[in-house]
Structure formats: structure tokens, C-alpha cells
């Protein structure tokens, strides 16, 4: 179990967040803009109280919105060698944390949950690791077949012996 054994598969998977940094300040800008517009609209009225509501609004908002885009940063990243599968996550803050699982009694399950995303799990007799926690379904599903063909192809290799072979005819 080192590092030096050649790597077999690699997968990288990462949360999809389809805003960019860029968009996430012209979607706070957009939203800042309505809420000021609205809070005016209110003070004009005078309902002056709304105010405050409207930027605590706009506030949780920012906040969520932040937190969201921090979470993007996470990453899992799953190698798979000869003896060995190797689970290798980076958290938002930057944090990494490696966990090995000998491979040779490794199965890979897809757990079916009833109205939710299936769990992905790599499971042997004594350890259990989920992986691609905050994956879809589809991109769970393909993980999970390209995983278990390169687990099998593990275990059951192609030897090619050349001695073997039929002679050639003629």
C-alpha cells in the first residue's frame, strides 16, 4: 500500500454550483438594488418599519448566498490501485483528510432511498465510506458502474500470453 503502485482509476468529484463568483455578485447586486427600490417604495408610503425588514432580508439572503458559494470549494477525490482505494477529501476551509480501503473485499453499492438521492457507498465486511455525498442522482449512478467495472477489472485481470495464442493459419 504506497504511493508508488500505479493508479488505476481516478475520479474527482466536486458539489455543482452553477453561479459563478461573478454572477453571485450581479445576482447580490440585482438583489440589493429590488430590495432598496421596494424598502423607498414603503418608506415613501409611510411604512418607514419595513425598512429594517427588507435589509435583514436582503442580509440572510447575502449570508446563504456566501455560504453557498463556500461550500462549492469542497472536493473528493477517489484513486484506486492495485491493493488499495484511496478516499481523499478537501473541505471549504481548506482542511484534507485521507482514508484507505483495501480493495480486495471492497463492494460498491448504490442504495436506493425512497424520494431522495441514492446513497453511494463503498462497503467490505468490517468498513463502510460513502462517497460523492453531494452528488445528483445521474452522477451518482455513473460513479458507482464506472467504480465497480474498474473494481472488477481488479480483480479479474486480462493476462495476455503470447505463447497461448493460436498459431496463425497458412
Known amino acids: 500500500m504506497s504511493d508508488t503502485e500505479p493508479t488505476l482509476f481516478q475520479a474527482v468529484v466536486r458539489p455543482h454550483r452553477s453561479l459563478s463568483p461573478r454572477g453571485l455578485r450581479l445576482l447580490i447586486l440585482g438583489l440589493c438594488s429590488c430590495s432598496l427600490t421596494i424598502s423607498a417604495l414603503f418608506y415613501l408610503a409611510g411604512a418607514w ?5 427588507c435589509g435583514a432580508e436582503i442580509g440572510l439572503a447575502v449570508l446563504l448566498l456566501k455560504l453557498n ?3 462549492a470549494r469542497r472536493s ?8 488499495e482505494i484511496e478516499v481523499t477529501r478537501l473541505d471549504e476551509a481548506g482542511r484534507h483528510s485521507v482514508r484507505r480501503l483495501r480493495s480486495a473485499w471492497l463492494n460498491v453499492v448504490l442504495e436506493e432511498r425512497p424520494a431522495r438521492v441514492p446513497g453511494l ?5 468490517s468498513e463502510q465510506e460513502e462517497l460523492a455525498r453531494d452528488s445528483g442522482e445521474v ?3 455513473d460513479l458507482a458502474a464506472r467504480l465497480a467495472d474498474a473494481l472488477h477489472r481488479v480483480r479479474n485481470p486480462i493476462f495476455d500470453n503470447p505463447q497461448l495464442r493460436d498459431p496463425p493459419a497458412g
Open 49 to 53: 418599519p419595513i425598512m429594517g425588514f
Open 69 to 71: 458559494q463556500k461550500q
Open 76 to 83: 473528493e477525490t477517489i484513486t484506486l490501485r492495485p491493493a
Open 121 to 125: 457507498y463503498l462497503r467490505s465486511r
Open 139 to 141: 452522477e451518482k449512478r
